[in-house]
């Protein structure tokens, strides 16, 4: 199984992430969104920084959580090459309450390092993950999520 692959949409760019759990198939999203920004191979682990978004719905956590990455990388100058995720549903209120969670919860920890214009080739300018066909997924024991970027 591969972590990602990319996906050629007219003008935009996307990644189709695939992973055992839920957790790791958002942590392969962002892998896969960042391998658009950049070569992985030369992003080192030189430190860690936690995220969190919440958001009603999977298909919105995921643009959410991917669109905070980018606001890092854009705002900090972080570049990410690996994430340990958990995604989480959220307790509905008693008024809400159904079979089918609503609302959910990331929290991360990105491991990578700021630009180093001397080692970082920057690839795709990516100026957001949109909700353009943005799914996630389970299918045949696997999950998946499809994003498209708007660059």
Known sequence: MHEFEIIEHTAEVGILAHGRTL??????????????????DQVREAEARPV???????E??????????????DVEQRL???????????P?????????PTAWRLVARAY???????RHLLGAQIKAATYYL??????????HARVIFDV
């Open 23 to 40: 957790d790791e198939v958002f942590a392969h999203a962002a892998t896969g969104m960042f391998a658009l920004l950049v070569d992985l």
């Open 52 to 58: 969190e978004v919440a958001a009603e719905g999977l």
């Open 60 to 73: 919105s956590l995921l643009v959410d959580w991917l669109n905070e990455l980018v606001f890092i990388f």
């Open 80 to 90: 990410f090459r690996r994430f340990e995720v958990s995604v989480s549903p959220q």
């Open 92 to 100: 509905a209120a008693p008024a809400q309450a159904s079979a089918e």
């Open 112 to 118: 990578g390092e700021r630009v180093d214009a001397q």
């Open 134 to 143: 943005a799914r996630v997924w389970p299918e045949q024991g696997l999950w």
